[in-house]
Nanobody, 123 residues
């Protein structure tokens, strides 16, 4: 079983940057993907970005493309989400997840989730 632990969230001003980290422990597979989702109260969990572990191919939501970058460190079993030019609409609880490299953008594709971390963009 895989455990995921997120870190790096917090409060940032509009236009600022944050980097989220997600460390995976336990049994993982190179055929998997790791993704980032976000959720605000009253709304469904929203796909943000994902990366395929075996080849590093990345996927982004249109709302974050060009501002966010997902990357991985194979040796550390860690995935990162570098977020730049943040705006108040990016405020949410961010979750990382791991699952098969199948339906990358759909939450139900993923087998395990982190506990979530708050990102607040406000002046």
């Amino acid at each position: 079983q895989v455990q995921l632990v997120e870190s790096g969230g917090g409060l940032v001003q509009p236009g600022g940057s944050l980097r989220l980290s997600c460390a995976a422990s336990g049994s993982t597979s190179s055929s998997y993907a790791m993704g980032w989702f976000r959720q605000v109260p009253g709304k469904e969990r929203e796909f943000v970005a994902a990366i395929r572990w075996i080849d590093g191919i990345t996927y982004y939501a249109d709302s974050v493309r060009g501002r966010f970058a997902i990357s991985r460190d194979n040796a550390k079993n860690t995935v990162y989400l570098q977020m730049k030019n943040l705006n108040p609409e990016d405020t949410a609880v961010y979750y990382c997840a791991i699952g098969p490299s199948l339906i990358i953008r759909v939450p139900s594709n993923y087998d395990a989730w982190g506990q979530g971390i708050q990102v607040t963009v406000s002046s």
